[in-house]
C-alpha cells in the first residue's frame, strides 16, 4: 500500500535533516570525504529507494549500499592519491538521488519524484549559505546542537510516558518534552544570531535576546550602560524589547502545550504584550540609529542546564498541585510569582499543562502567568537598580513602571 504524501514528506524532510545534521559534524571536525550536502544526499537516496523497494523490489536498497559504498571508497582513494584539487562527491551523489527520481517518476509516484528532486536542486544551490553556516559555528555550537539532538531524539523517546504524583501531574515525557521545546526555542534563535553576524541592528537584538533569554540580556546591558553611560538608551530600548518578546514566547507556548484555550487566556497577555510593545518602540524611536552587539553571546544550551530546567518545571508542577490543594488562588499566585523571578517558561508550560487537564481554569491561568511576568519584570528592575547607570535607571524605572501598572489593572479589572 502506498504510503500518503504528507508521510513520506516527513520521512524524506527527515532523512535529509539527519544526513544535514551528520554532514554538519564532519564537515566542521575534521577533514573529510562526505561533507554537508553529500550526507544529506546519501540519507536522502535511502529513504528514496526504501520508499521505492516495495514496487520495484527489496534489492532495491542493498544495490544503492552498494553504489554509495563505492563513491565513498573512490572519494577516499582520491583523497589519498594526493592529487592537489581532489573533487567531492556531491555531484556523484546528486546523479545517484536523480536517478531514483527518474525512476520513481516512470513508477508513477509523480509527488515524490517532484518532492525529492526539488529539494536536490535546492540544496545543490546553497553551497555557499551552507558552508557559510558551518564557518560561523564553534565547537560550543556544534555541541549544543549534538546535545539538542541528544536530549530530543535519544533521551525524549526513553522517557516513560505515565502520569505520576498528585492528581497525576508528573509526566516524564511531557516534562522532558518541555526541555526539548524551550533548549529548541534557544538554541534556534542563537544559530539565527550567529548567522546574522556578531552586530545586528536594535530590534533584531531585542528580539533575539527576549528569545534566548531576556533576563541576561537586562543583566548584560545594564552592566554595559554602566561602564558605558551614553549606551543608556540604547540598553533601555533593547532590554524593554528583549522583555516584550517574553510575552510573544508566552504565547507561543500555550499556543503549543494547550492550543484549545488560547481564547481565554491569549486576550489580556496580548494587551500587556501591547502596551509593552508600545514603550519598547518609544524607547527604539531614541535610538534607532544604533547598532548593538547582542548582549548574550554564551551558547544558551548544555545538557546541566536542561536538566535543571526540567527539575524546576516539575518542581513547580508540584508546587502548583499542592498549592491548589492547600492555600487556593492564593497559594497559586505566591507560586507563580516565585517562579516568574528570573525564568517565565517554566510556570507558563506548567500553567498551560495544567490548563490542558482542567486543573484549573483559564482564568486563573493567565493570572498566574501574569503574576509570574509581572515578578519578572520586577527582578529585571532590581538588576538594573544594581547594575545599571542612572540614567538607564531612570529610562527603566518609568518603562517598567508603566507596564507594571498596566499588569496590576489587568489583574484588578480585566473579567473573569
Partial sequence: MEPEIAVVGIRLALAIGLGLLVGFQREWAAPHVAGLRTFALISL?????????????????????????????????????????????????????????????????????????????????WKLPLHNFVERMGESDVRAIIQLVLIALVILPLMPHESYGPDGVLNPFEIWLMVVLIVGISLGSYIAYKLLGVRTGTALAGILGGLISSTATTVSYARRSRHVPSASPLSAAVIMMASTVVFVRVLVEVAIVAPNFMVSVAPP??????????????????????SPTLASNDTPSDLRAAVLFGLMYAAILMAVAFARQNFGDRGLYTVAALSGLADMDAITLSTAQMIKRESISPTVGWRMILVG?????????AAIGLLGHPQLQRRMALALGLSLLT??????FWPS
Fill in 269 to 290: 497577555l496580548i494587551v500587556m504584550m501591547t502596551v509593552m510593545t508600545i514603550i519598547a518602540w518609544e524607547l527604539y524611536r531614541m535610538c534607532r540609529d544604533s
Fill in 373 to 381: 511576568g509581572l515578578s519578572n519584570l520586577i527582578f529585571k528592575g
Fill in 407 to 412: 499588569g496590576g489593572l489587568l489583574l484588578a
Fill in 45 to 125: 537516496l535511502g529513504a528514496m529507494l526504501a520508499l521505492l523497494a516495495p514496487a520495484v523490489g527489496d534489492w532495491l536498497v542493498p544495490a544503492g549500499l552498494l553504489a554509495v559504498t563505492s563513491m565513498l571508497i573512490v572519494g577516499y582513494v582520491i583523497r589519498l592519491s594526493g592529487l592537489k584539487d581532489k573533487p567531492g562527491l556531491t555531484t556523484q551523489m546528486a546523479a545517484l538521488v536523480m536517478y531514483s527520481v527518474g525512476a520513481a517518476i516512470g513508477l508513477g509516484y509523480l509527488e515524490w519524484g517532484t518532492i525529492v528532486g526539488g529539494g536536490t536542486a535546492v540544496l545543490l544551490h
